[in-house]
């Protein structure tokens, strides 16, 4: 199945092809680096004398754009229509750098710097770009692949290239931190940031190994890899081995191919050791957000889905949360029973999840045959509180499937495609124990619809938090849209907040169980919904405030909330005067539901 959603982490690469130089490894590197999503570029380029006149360059500059045509045939590469004759020609390339801004320059070593006439020191001294420099021999599928990580601000970048060649050609990486015997205060910062982001790419195997001569090291390994990649070093001793002695002995005598990574424009030393865990994160961040996020469309075919079903011995069960939704319900439970139960019977179980509606809510599930809950009813020896959340915590009660999916009520243009949608990922990876619905959300003013519009609470509140405190969720689209769902083994050893703070609370609680790789989201195209008054919406982020604090506390084992207010003043205004009202708002925390005696009868646990 296709994926729509990708986040290439070199999406323009950029190779030169001049005259008499052989470039087979470097287009090979290329092609791995770019990937599916990525494009190569290529320029052609032919270098005359200065002594000479340009024109003795025509006959060369034919050549190469033959060269161009047998190479530009795959979709994949791009070709540059012009073939530049110049006296210089790292000049003309730099200005080829400048206009394309390429992600990656890939140069062969030594043979691209020779024909340009330039030493390594001049090419890399000032990188342009980032540039890799590459010496054969390049296998199109590297098998396994060694990434040598020593500790480097930028040891990111080589990790990202690895990945990149993995997701290509389905490469195993092993991560290889060199840890120096004497103790370097730089390094150990730097790494702290990329081991944790190790720990969550389980694909990558790990070594650690200390050591005093870390090229010796590397190349005792070497032979056991198809393919080398390692950063240069941020700061050479000298312009005579501009990319470190280390990556330079490598580049010499290492018996497999290697790739070399000079990142442009380094930070200052001290600073880009502060931030490199956080550029590690944008790594684990971006290759999540490649592999996890699908589309609807990816799962139309709903035999297709019947029968990974089947195979797996699975029970999908379907809540429906519900309060005061007269207008909308009956259409939802409608479209979906008719197409996922009566169709094709892709759910075992559809049940309506309300919160002692006033309105014709429930009637009217009970009289399209929904068995209908009250959650304030189900679980009386726990209470009942208000709250959306409640209601899911007592839905994993009342069902019975081994996935439970929840889709909100209120949604007016509803498609099948907001259940199955979420259940395809499910089914078609084990590894993924919740998924995330994502949509665009158009607001209705009046009789106007922007488009757009929606999110409010997700942009202004819940995505400023989580970036700021659980970074590796911030490639979750919409942490807070009501589509949601997962497999029940994993629901059920959650906490579940009884409020607004729910969707926000279950996010975190997935990733600190399972990691981030246990997550998925999936695009639901566009959601119509009744949108909610701005005095809602500043409770609704004050509510998901005190649960993202509630987290950090489990973190931290510290307590906050207490010396936090929990009530909120809602300021009213009628003519001639404004005034205040208090309104107590306090998330409050239900335990996971397999702790409980009665849900351990029921299933037998």
Request: aromatic share 6%; charged share 20%; with cysteine.
């Amino acid at each position: 199945m296709h994926k729509h959603y990708s986040a290439t982490f070199f999406r323009k690469v950029l190779v030169p092809i001049i005259h008499e130089v052989d470039s087979t490894d470097v287009m090979t590197a290329a092609r791995l680096v770019a990937g599916g999503e990525g494009r190569v570029l290529l320029k052609g380029l032919v270098g005359v004398a200065r002594e000479e006149s340009l024109s003795t360059g025509a006959v060369l500059a034919r050549q190469v754009r033959k060269r161009l045509h047998d190479l530009d045939g795959d979709g994949q590469v791009n070709t540059r229509e012009r073939v530049s004759v110049t006296h210089d020609i790292w000049a003309e390339l730099l200005r080829v750098v400048n206009e394309e801004s390429p992600d990656l320059l890939l140069l062969g070593w030594p043979h691209h710097l020779e024909a340009m006439h330039i030493s390594p020191a001049q090419a890399l001294e000032n990188p342009p770009c980032d540039i890799a420099l590459v010496r054969g021999p390049i296998p199109a599928r590297p098998g396994r692949v060694l990434v040598a990580l020593r500790g480097s601000p930028y040891a990111e970048k080589p990790l990202r290239l690895s990945l990149s060649i993995s997701a290509s050609a389905r490469s195993a990486i092993t991560a290889l931190h060199l840890v120096p015997l004497e103790a370097d205060v730089v390094q150990e910062v730097s790494y702290r940031g990329l081991s944790q982001v190790l720990e969550d790419l389980p694909d990558v195997e790990r070594h650690e190994l200390p050591t005093s001569n870390p090229a010796e090291t590397i190349l005792s390994l070497s032979p056991g890899y198809d393919l080398l990649v390692m950063g240069a070093a941020a700061q050479p001793d000298s312009l005579s081995a501009p990319v470190g002695p280390v990556a330079g002995r490598v580049l010499c005598e290492s018996p497999c191919g290697v790739i070399i990574l000079k990142t442009a424009h380094p930070l200052p030393l001290e600073l880009a050791s502060e931030t490199a865990g956080q550029t590690a994160i944008s790594v684990l961040v971006d290759k999540w957000f490649a592999e996890n996020t699908y589309h609807s469309d990816e799962f139309t075919d709903l035999d297709h889905l019947l029968a990974l079903k089947q195979r797996q011995n699975l029970t999908i069960s379907l809540a429906l949360p519900a309060l005061n939704e007269e207008e909308t319900v009956g259409n939802v439970i409608n479209t979906v029973k008719a197409a996922l139960l009566d169709q094709v019977p892709l759910l075992d179980e559809l049940v309506l999840m309300d919160s002692d509606s006033t309105d014709r809510t429930r009637a009217i599930a009970e009289a399209l045959g929904v068995p209908v809950y009250v959650h304030q009813q189900v679980l009386p020896r726990y209470g009942a509180r208000q709250g959306k959340g409640e209601a899911l915590w007592k839905s994993l009660f009342v069902t019975r499937g081994d996935l439970l999916v929840w889709i909100d009520t209120d949604i007016v243009n509803i498609h099948p495609r907001f259940v199955y949608g979420l259940l395809g990922p499910l089914l078609v990876n084990p590894r993924i124990q919740f998924v995330k619905g994502f949509y665009r959300r158009p607001l209705r003013v009046g009789d106007k619809i922007q488009a757009g519009g929606g999110g409010r609470v997700t942009e202004l509140t819940a995505r400023p938090l989580v970036n700021l405190f659980y970074p590796q969720l911030s490639g979750v689209i919409q942490p807070l849209s009501g589509e949601y769902g997962g497999r029940r083994c994993a629901l059920e050893q959650l906490p579940f907040f009884s409020g607004y703070g729910v969707e926000t609370g279950l996010l975190i609680e997935i990733l600190e169980h399972f990691g981030l790789s246990a997550i998925a989201q999936v695009d639901l195209r566009e959601r119509v919904h009744h949108n909610q008054s701005l005095e809602s919406l500043s409770k609704m982020s004050f509510a998901i405030i005190q649960a993202v604090i509630r987290k950090l506390e489990h973190r931290y084992g510290q307590g906050l909330l207490e010396e936090v207010n929990k009530t909120m003043k809602l300021i009213r205004y009628e003519p001639g005067r404004f005034f205040l009202e208090v309104e107590e708002i306090a998330e409050r925390e239900r335990p996971p539901m397999i702790e409980l005696p009665e849900y351990q009868e029921r299933f037998s646990r």
